[in-house]
C-alpha cells in the first residue's frame, strides 16, 4: 500500500485484492460526506431539524404500512 500527499491531497494506491468494490464504494461514500459536511454552514440545530422534518414526511408516508 502506499499513501501520498501532495497539495492538500492523499492519494491511496492498494491492491484491488484486499478490499472489494462495495468496500471501496462505502469509503468513497464516507469520504464525499465528511467533505461535504466539512464546507457547511448549518448550525446542529437546523441539521436536526432537517432531519425531524425528513423523519416526519417518512413517516406520514408510509405508517399505513405499520397499521392494522
Known sequence: MRVE???NEIKLTFSNKI???????????YVK???IN????ATQQ???EL?????QNWWDKNKYK???
Open 66 to 68: 405499520f397499521e392494522k
Open 46 to 48: 437546523q441539521a436536526d
Open 19 to 29: 478490499i472489494d468494490l462495495d468496500e471501496i464504494q462505502s469509503f468513497i461514500e
Open 5 to 7: 500527499t501532495e497539495n
Open 51 to 55: 432531519a425531524n422534518d425528513i423523519n
Open 33 to 35: 460526506f465528511r467533505e
Open 38 to 41: 466539512n464546507q457547511s454552514k
